[in-house]
């Protein structure tokens, strides 16, 4: 987010910009219950587009991280994780460029930015979430918070993942005694 921005110009943001304007204009009976009954219905189906628009975004990006690992694993051997670094670099890179772009373009239809960076970029790397959320609470002058929000989310990452491992090699032992 430019420093110039505030959060209220990213259209992302916000659940539904149009209904709640619409929603604090009209005052008048049947036109007021009309227009929340059409907006849920709106909601109800753009939900449902919102997931597979996520969903199919996620699927190309998933395929996107093993075609970058595969060939960096060919090429550079196995010995060190250098596709997922190359992805965590590039999904991050990426995730700026369509963040701004969006903070910039703030007409772009919500469609684009959900199968972009939730989908795409969601399946390709999280880890692009997880820069983008850093720098956005940086950039909001939060910066005790994002380091913390950094740090706590490596270590309990780690963590996370130490635990998930010692309780599969627990089962795998109770297995073969």
């Not at 943001?13 to 049947?30: E, F, K, Q, T």
């Not at 595969?70 to 670094?85: D, K, Y």
């Not at 939060?142 to 706590?152: L, P, R």
Request: proline content about 2%.
């Amino acid at each position: 987010m430019l420093r110039s921005e505030t959060a209220s110009t990213r259209p992302w943001r916000h659940r539904n910009a149009a209904a709640d304007i619409v929603g604090s204009v009209l005052v008048g009976g049947d036109l007021q219950t009309y227009c929340a009954e059409l907006s849920c219905r709106e909601r109800k189906k753009g939900t449902a587009m919102a997931y597979l628009l996520v969903f199919l975004g996620a699927g190309l990006g998933g395929v996107m991280r093993h075609g970058v690992n595969q060939f960096a694993t060919q090429i550079l051997g196995a010995a060190f994780p250098f596709g997922t670094l190359a992805v965590n670099v590039a999904g991050s890179f990426a995730m700026g460029l369509v963040a701004e772009y969006f903070a910039l373009r703030v007409h772009l239809p919500q469609d684009v930015r959900l199968f972009l960076a939730t989908g795409v970029l969601g399946g390709f790397t999280t880890f692009s979430s997880f820069s983008l959320d850093t720098i956005g609470l940086y950039e909001r002058g939060e910066w005790m918070a994002a380091v913390i929000y950094a740090a706590s989310s490596v270590v309990f990452s780690l963590l996370g993942l130490l635990a998930g491992m010692m309780l599969i090699r627990l089962l795998a032992a109770g297995q073969t005694a």
